[in-house]
């Protein structure tokens, strides 16, 4: 009995190639629709599927391959005596190759202008099934969703006539991490509009970005995935256009920075190292702020990563130039830039589009030993309006200081105290168990610069030790969520120190 394949593609790319090697190797063709009509018009013979099903393709090719003589093909155990006879009372032969790949749901939804109505049409029906029924028959059929496999499968059958036990399997096993990803896809789409942020099962899927030579440590395997949507403005969209490829290590240090650099509007720079901010600058050109950040922490900034809200041109280059960083993320570079900056080759040079972008909708996540926790991303910045608790109100530019410290302190890990002045960050203290820790590191690392600063704290002081402390460096303001049961005794400490207190009503814990 000849052997049958059958051929039902939204993506006929090699597709014609590839069944006309299959004819020549003496298999039957079996087609639907358009991928029909593509093989009649390269004159290759092929049975439609509706001479197969006695039935005609019907409610606008919603219903052509949802039939037992297509379906009963596929799944028949061909050892099986009992399923043979069926067969043969039955009038079904049998389908020893399905090559089926599917709607275009992603493109789709991705399409900002696509309907409702559009985006259900593409919801593909009985090419999963197909699909399904043939993996799961995958001892007795062949099943091909990517063109790629397209020479494996054409190779092993001149070669023995079969495809081999162990390529069957291989096939199977990709067919239904195809399937599950489609059906992630229109999942969650339907949670989206739907505005169902925690389904009672969640199902997430994401694409390869990319392999990486290891995790946090050589020892530690790794891979870079990327959603399917949102992606706007971070750094899987980013393009590298200079340097060695990210690392795990990169790739988590500069998220952290893109993170923190969308708080701020004016040109900015973020320096950060372990995902933490280490010296951030604000200026009014981007030359400038690189100088703040740089000037703010010197040591850290060291291999680190710089992020920029603004094209970085010649003069902000020729700084950069002669620091030894990991990676650089801007919107953009100057051509000149460009020439100082590849002139070392392991710098990576990242392009972001977008990078301002902030407001997203997603959720974010992490992993835990046998599960994961998920919330929503921490996108406000205040309570509400900013509370004034001590007898002196903080000045302007003291102000001014103090939202910029509590932008900073908003991306540093808790316990996080964040110091600045004239725009700047004099001192962060990211990370510490102890809050008074965070902020005894933060004024070491500011040293004679902490004079006349300001600090923020991401949590409210349990104890007024912090404002003994901060008084004893010379800062001048605080701003601090508050709501701790010992609050009256910081007020009042400030009060006697004539430090401004200012209450955000919200704190900002990032573990």
């Known amino acids: 009995m000849m052997k049958r394949v059958l051929i039902s593609v939204f993506d ?24 029909s009509a593509k093989f009649k018009e390269a004159g290759i ?8 099903t006695k039935f005609p393709e019907c409610f606008d090719g ?37 090559v089926c790949n599917l709607y275009p749901f992603k493109q789709t939804i991705l399409n900002a202008e696509a ?39 054409i190779s092993e059958l ?85 340097g060695k490829e990210l690392s795990y290590n990169n790739i988590g240090d500069t998220d952290g920075a893109l993170e923190t650099l969308k708080e701020f509007e004016e040109p900015t720079i973020v320096a950060a190292k372990h995902a933490n901010p280490c010296g951030i600058g604000s200026a ?54 460009i020439k100082i900056l590849t002139k070392k080759k392991n710098l990576r040079l990242l392009e972001l589009a977008n990078i301002s972008k902030s407001d997203y909708s997603a959720m974010k996540g992490k992993t835990v030993l046998g599960g994961f926790l998920i919330q929503e991303m921490d996108q406000k910045l205040l309570g509400g309006e900013l509370k004034i608790v001590t007898d002196r109100q903080p000045s302007e530019k003291e102000m001014e200081d103090l939202m910029f410290a509590w932008k900073t302190v908003k991306h540093a890990k808790s316990n996080g105290i964040a110091i600045a002045k004239d725009k700047t960050t004099c001192g962060v203290g990211p990370g510490q168990v102890s809050r008074i820790w965070a902020l005894e590191n933060a ?10 600063s300001v600090l923020a704290s991401d949590a409210f002081f349990p104890f007024a030790d912090s404002v003994e402390a901060a008084h004893a460096a010379g800062i001048t303001a605080i701003i601090q969520p508050g709501g701790s049961i010992r609050d009256q005794e910081s007020i009042d400490l400030a009060n006697k120190y004539g430090i401004a207190m200012v209450f955000t009503g919200m704190r900002h814990f990032k573990h």
């Open 12 to 35: 006929k790319s090699d597709v014609v190639d590839f069944a006309k090697e299959l004819v020549e190797l003496g298999w039957e063709i079996i087609s639907t629709g358009g991928t």
């Open 45 to 52: 013979s092929v049975m439609d599927i509706s001479d197969l």
């Open 62 to 98: 919603r219903v052509k391959t949802l039939h037992p003589n297509v379906e009963g093909g596929i799944l028949a155990i061909r050892d099986n005596e009992n399923h043979k006879k069926q067969m043969h009372d039955l009038g079904i032969e049998p389908i020893d190759i399905v």
């Open 115 to 153: 309907s409702h109505e559009e985006i259900i049409e593409n919801i593909d029906i009985g090419g999963p099934t197909m699909l399904r029924a043939a993996a799961k028959n995958y001892k007795f059929v062949s099943v091909i969703t990517d063109p790629a496999d397209y020479k494996k499968v």
């Open 158 to 242: 001149k070669e023995s006539g079969e495809t081999r036990a162990a390529t069957k399997e291989y096939l199977a096993a990709k067919v239904f991490e195809h399937t599950a990803h489609y059906d992630a896809l229109i999942s969650g789409y339907f949670n989206s509009k739907l505005k169902i942020s925690d389904p009672q099962t969640l199902t997430l899927t994401f694409e390869k970005k990319q392999d990486l030579r290891y995790g946090e440590n050589p020892h530690q395997k790794a891979t870079f995935y990327s959603q399917i949507k949102g992606t706007e403005g971070t750094l899987t969209a980013a393009k590298k256009i200079h």
């Open 284 to 337: 009014d050109s981007i030359s400038e702020a690189f100088r703040k950040a740089y000037d703010a922490d010197p040591v850290s900034i060291f291999g680190g990563i710089v992020a920029s809200n603004r094209e970085i041109d010649k003069a902000t280059a020729e700084i950069m130039s002669s620091i030894f960083l990991e990676v650089i993320v801007a919107p953009s570079y100057s051509i000149e830039a």
């Open 443 to 452: 004024i070491r690392q500011g040293a004679d610069r902490i004079q006349g």
